[in-house]
């Protein structure tokens, strides 16, 4: 009787259950700048949607790159390999959004930000996206060039 007076109470209480997050951090030094941009992921699981909230510092201006003049947007971009030559690619934005406003399936988040500044990026993907092998999910920063991290997705623990 107790058992299953354990299992009912675990049903009933399915959807109230906190939601199981994780944290990561990756290492990134882009370009010739040799500044690690310090990028952190926290990854916040609730049923069948995984919030991401990706945080990093801004790094240096390239010195080499002169279409690198300010850090003015950041925006994340991602896609699945869906076979040998194929990628399909993510977009979270509606339908009426403009490519100006979602240039690469996600928002653009607007700047400016000086170097050692720390920028976040939010965003909610199917969390059955986010477990898929081959999925990719990475964050540009930068204006008319841009900074791209690692692929910022780790299968859930």
């Given at each position: 009787?107790?058992?299953?007076?354990l299992w009912?109470?675990?049903?009933?209480?399915?959807?109230?259950?906190p939601?199981?997050a994780?944290?990561?951090?990756?290492?990134h030094k882009p370009g010739?700048?040799?500044?690690d941009m310090?990028?952190?992921?926290?990854?916040t699981?609730t049923?069948p949607?995984?919030h991401?909230?990706?945080?990093?510092?801004?790094p240096a201006?390239p010195?080499?790159?002169?279409?690198?003049?300010?850090?003015?947007?950041a925006?994340?971009?991602?896609?699945?390999?869906a076979?040998?030559?194929?990628?399909?690619s993510v977009?979270v934005c509606?339908s009426t959004?403009?490519?100006?406003?979602?240039?690469?399936g996600?928002?653009?988040?607007?700047g400016p930000?000086?170097v050692?500044?720390?920028?976040?990026?939010e965003?909610?993907?199917p969390?059955?996206?986010v477990?898929?092998?081959g999925?990719?999910?990475h964050?540009g920063?930068?204006?008319?060039a841009?900074?791209?991290t690692p692929?910022?997705l780790r299968?859930?623990?």
């Open positions: 009787m107790k058992k299953h007076l009912f109470l675990l049903l009933a209480m399915g959807s109230s259950w939601a199981a994780q944290t990561y951090r990756l290492s010739s700048t040799n500044t310090d990028i952190e992921v926290v990854r699981d049923g949607v995984s991401l909230k990706v945080s990093l510092t801004v201006l010195p080499s790159n002169k279409d690198f003049t300010a850090f003015t947007r925006f994340l971009y991602g896609w699945i390999i076979g040998k030559d194929t990628r399909l977009s509606p959004a403009s490519k100006a406003e979602c240039p690469y996600f928002p653009v988040v607007k930000w000086k050692g500044d720390r920028i976040v990026v965003t909610d993907l969390k059955s996206f477990d898929a092998e999925a990719h999910l964050l920063i930068g204006d008319a841009y900074y791209p692929n910022l299968p859930s623990k």
